[in-house]
């Protein structure tokens, strides 16, 4: 492998600076994702979300942007290509969010004997891809394409410096989502309710609090009860001194207490857990919920199909239904209730 060079190392610390100074509720301009086609050459540079559950585009950057880049395919045939034919997706689908090429999987030659490259690849003239994704549910995935034509393929010093980016790109991800939430939480000061399940803290710049809304008051309250009054608990003092990019995460019963920071502030925000799936009964059911049989699931998982089976008693255990249909109706509320994020982050 091309080790990456000083200038390379540089020019990735450039971009992490410059993405976290804009500081807007939007993650990733065209002007970053430009930052991005510098760094690793490429034609074009996309940066997607999706809800692989209900098929939905939930947002779509590309730089540089180019209007007539819709190609000539029905809404089902684009999200089969997604789903179930597209080399990198399925690998993402599956786990693996690293950097990856095209080249892993296909060689030229083979890539050019498949419908995918007749109906997706070439009429983009795209012959090499490289994705990096945040790790994330299948209900919000969050990636990165990096696409070339003619005849240089990505190489191992790009997917190198990708890899390192990639934790970079999960907290400027993150902090965009707390500043968006910061923003609509501030917005409801003048009428909030101290049962609200989301509160305010504003930190002077020695992290004193100067105004506290009444219900982060009740939370930290509740979820601090050792606290002293008019001070932060000795808790999350000692998260803001660590400087981890984190959120603070404290648990009650049911009752789950995310607490945030940005700006100047921290953001508390009361969720109520219910009923806790693993990681892979809720990766199960999300294939349920797209209409995918045991069999299917268990190949796409790289499972047995009696361990589908198993997964599916225990959810239905668990949710209290009876059905596949139901079960799946009871994720797809859950989706909404979390706000589309879940545990994207690993929290």
Same mark, same amino acid.
């Given at each position: 492998? &091309? &080790?990456?060079?000083?200038?390379?190392?540089?020019?990735?610390?450039?971009?992490?600076? $410059?993405? !976290?100074?804009?500081?807007?509720?939007?993650?990733?301009?065209?002007?970053?994702?430009?930052?991005?086609?510098? =760094?690793?050459?490429?034609?074009?540079?996309?940066?997607?979300?999706?809800?692989?559950?209900?098929?939905?585009?939930?947002?779509?950057?590309?730089?540089?942007?180019?209007?007539?880049?819709?190609?000539?395919?029905?809404? !089902?045939?684009?999200?089969?290509?997604?789903? +179930?034919?597209?080399?990198?997706? =399925?690998?993402?689908?599956?786990?693996?969010?690293?950097?990856?090429?095209?080249?892993?999987?296909?060689?030229?030659?083979?890539?050019?004997?498949?419908?995918?490259?007749?109906?997706?690849?070439?009429?983009?003239?795209?012959?090499?891809?490289?994705?990096?994704?945040?790790?994330?549910?299948?209900?919000?995935?969050?990636?990165?394409?990096?696409?070339?034509?003619?005849?240089?393929?990505?190489? $191992?010093?790009?997917?190198?410096?990708?890899?390192?980016?990639?934790?970079?790109?999960?907290?400027?991800?993150? &902090?965009?989502?707390?500043?968006?939430?910061?923003?609509?939480?501030?917005?409801?000061?003048?009428?909030?309710?101290?049962?609200?399940?989301?509160?305010?803290?504003?930190?002077?710049?020695?992290?004193?609090?100067?105004?506290?809304?009444?219900?982060? $008051?009740?939370?930290?309250?509740?979820?601090?009860?050792?606290?002293? $009054?008019g001070r932060l608990p000795a808790a999350l003092?000692?998260?803001?001194?660590?400087?981890?990019?984190?959120?603070?995460?404290?648990?009650?019963? !049911?009752?789950?207490?995310?607490?945030?920071?940005?700006?100047?502030?921290? =953001?508390? +925000?009361? #969720?109520? !857990?219910?009923?806790?799936?693993?990681? #892979? +009964?809720? +990766?199960?059911?999300?294939?349920?919920?797209?209409?995918?049989?045991?069999?299917?699931?268990?190949?796409?998982?790289?499972?047995?199909?009696?361990?589908?089976?198993?997964?599916?008693?225990?959810?239905?255990?668990?949710?209290?239904?009876?059905?596949?249909?139901?079960? &799946?109706?009871?994720?797809?509320?859950?989706?909404?209730?979390?706000?589309?994020?879940?545990?994207?982050?690993?929290?």
């Amino acid at each position: 492998m &091309a &080790a990456p060079t000083r200038g390379d190392l540089e020019q990735l610390l450039h971009f992490i600076a $410059e993405a !976290e100074s804009i500081g807007g509720d939007q993650p990733f301009t065209p002007d970053l994702l430009a930052e991005l086609g510098r =760094l690793v050459p490429a034609d074009f540079v996309t940066y997607s979300e999706l809800d692989r559950v209900r098929r939905r585009t939930l947002l779509k950057v590309v730089w540089p942007d180019d209007e007539d880049d819709d190609l000539e395919l029905d809404d !089902e045939m684009r999200w089969r290509v997604l789903l +179930e034919e597209h080399p990198l997706c =399925l690998r993402q689908q599956e786990g693996h969010f690293g950097a990856f090429k095209l080249s892993d999987f296909l060689t030229q030659r083979e890539l050019r004997r498949t419908w995918i490259y007749d109906n997706w690849f070439a009429p983009q003239d795209v012959e090499y891809l490289l994705e990096v994704s945040i790790p994330s549910p299948f209900w919000h995935t969050k990636a990165f394409l990096f696409d070339r034509g003619g005849r240089r393929d990505f190489t $191992e010093r790009d997917r190198f410096l990708l890899d390192l980016l990639q934790p970079h790109l999960a907290r400027i991800w993150l &902090a965009a989502k707390t500043r968006r939430l910061l923003s609509s939480a501030l917005a409801q000061l003048d009428r909030v309710d101290e049962h609200d399940a989301r509160g305010v803290i504003l930190l002077g710049l020695g992290g004193e609090v100067e105004f506290a809304s009444p219900p982060s $008051e009740r939370l930290l309250h509740e979820f601090f009860p050792a606290r002293s $009054e008019g001070r932060l608990p000795a808790a999350l003092l000692e998260w803001l001194e660590s400087g981890d990019p984190k959120p603070l995460i404290r648990r009650r019963g !049911e009752r789950r207490l995310t607490v945030q920071q940005a700006d100047g502030a921290l =953001l508390l +925000e009361e #969720r109520h !857990e219910g009923i806790e799936l693993t990681a #892979r +009964e809720r +990766e199960v059911l999300a294939w349920v919920a797209r209409g995918k049989t045991n069999p299917e699931i268990a190949r796409l998982l790289w499972l047995a199909p009696s361990t589908v089976g198993k997964h599916l008693e225990n959810v239905y255990a668990k949710l209290g239904v009876k059905t596949r249909t139901a079960a &799946a109706a009871r994720f797809l509320g859950s989706i909404d209730v979390e706000g589309g994020d879940g545990e994207s982050l690993g929290s």
